[in-house]
């Protein structure tokens, strides 16, 4: 199969974008299911509970956006009865399960009583902010000047976060919760790195799908597991998830969770698989999702009178902008001013009417180097 080449653009702040717009409502339905603000609903709903309806949204959503984009192509394949059939490399397989932990442990994470969005993000995307140069330097890649920047930038929001401790609680249960996360993604970006972080869009794609067709069916069926045994309260709140909860009102906004991580979670992995190093894309996923964050906060403010986001919070939020403006196309304005140059010079109404400079007086045409300007983006 012939290779094709990625092109170097910034579609990486779209894909922050749509991260955003999927994790806002997502953190805020999870806390208000957990909470149960939602009117209608009789009694807030354990995260146990919830867990099961959301992975099963989870898988739909995942596995029809890669059968909507005809992605299973891209994927390792074995003949089994007549039948080619998708099968994940070991590593992919792997990295699938540490995936699950993700998507299981973020769920639960929200659902926490007495814990707010902004704690959970903060204690979250810490963790992964200090992961991210650590991965690259075990891997020996190179990570740029405004990336570090970014990268202490947000890890100072996080600590702002921490530092506002008049508006939160710890349990020893999130702790848990968040060391699971982190030593699965501590994993996943090595098996990442090694095998996907390239300019090969194969290579990305292949990766991608193998992961995502192990990550949520795998976690709903060791959840299933975990209902048939039914021991203790939290596998009977996963028995009680798969049962009697389907059939109750609370059913659907914990479908609608579901989705909504598929779609983050979409954008959030081929965030991770942009070519640069880990110390840029990190913070564009954390910057992203501390700000939805903020944006949940006040929209349960707003509608159910919950607390709004204290000023150090607000703090925070200030230096995640700060952060991510490091990463933005800012740094090497010269170069994007290049390239809309190039772009508006191939139209001749434009620069007719605009007087611009179109070409040299030997009469050859000014056009920018794009490939100087990709490798810089």
């Known amino acids: 199969m012939s290779i094709a080449q990625r092109k170097h653009s910034l579609g990486i ?28 609903l009789p009694r807030s709903i354990p995260g146990t509970v919830m867990l099961p309806v959301s992975v099963m949204a989870t898988v739909v959503g995942m596995l029809g956006f890669i059968t909507a984009m005809r992605w299973w192509k891209y994927a390792g394949h074995r003949q089994l009865f007549g039948l080619s059939l998708p099968v994940p490399r070991r590593a992919t397989f792997l990295s699938g399960l540490c995936m699950a932990t993700i998507i299981g442990t973020t769920t639960l994470a929200f659902a926490f009583e007495g814990v707010s969005i902004l704690l959970v993000l903060a204690l979250l995307r810490g963790g992964v902010l200090i992961l991210a140069p650590l991965v690259d330097m075990v891997r020996r890649r190179r990570v740029r000047w405004f990336s570090w920047v970014a990268m202490w930038m947000s890890l100072m929001a996080v600590v702002v976060v921490l530092a506002d401790a008049g508006n939160y609680k710890m349990t020893a249960g999130l702790m848990l919760d968040v060391g699971a996360y982190l030593t699965a993604y501590f994993f996943k970006f090595h098996f990442m790195t090694s095998l996907a972080k390239t300019d090969d869009k194969y ?77 840029f894309c990190v913070p564009v996923h954390c910057g992203t999702s501390m ?18 986001p204290s000023a150090l919070q607000l703090v925070s939020s200030a230096l995640i902008i700060i952060a991510l403006a490091f990463l933005s196309p800012l740094h090497h304005f010269d170069l994007v001013l290049a390239r809309l140059k190039s772009i508006l010079s191939r139209q001749p109404s434009f620069h007719a009417n605009a007087g611009f400079k179109t070409a040299t007086p030997d009469g050859l045409p000014l056009v920018a180097e794009p490939e100087k300007i990709a490798k810089s983006l």
């Not at 894909?15 to 603000?37: D, E, I, R, V, W």
């Open 13 to 40: 702040w779209a894909l922050g974008l749509g991260y955003y717009l999927f994790y806002a409502p997502y953190s805020g339905l999870t806390k208000a299911l957990s909470n149960g603000l939602l009117p209608g």
């Open 203 to 279: 290579a990305t794609r292949r990766y991608f799908v193998e992961e995502q067709m192990i990550a949520s069916p795998l976690l709903l069926l060791a959840l299933g597991a975990l209902a048939v045994i039914g021991v203790g309260n939290q596998m009977a709140g996963f028995r009680t998830g798969f049962t009697s909860f389907l059939a109750s009102d609370a059913a659907g906004p914990a479908l609608l969770v579901g989705l909504f991580y598929a779609g983050l979670c979409i954008c959030t992995t081929l965030i991770f698989l942009d070519r640069r190093e880990n110390t």
């Open 291 to 308: 700000l939805s964050g903020v944006t949940a906060a006040y929209i349960l403010a707003a509608l159910f009178h919950q607390n709004r």
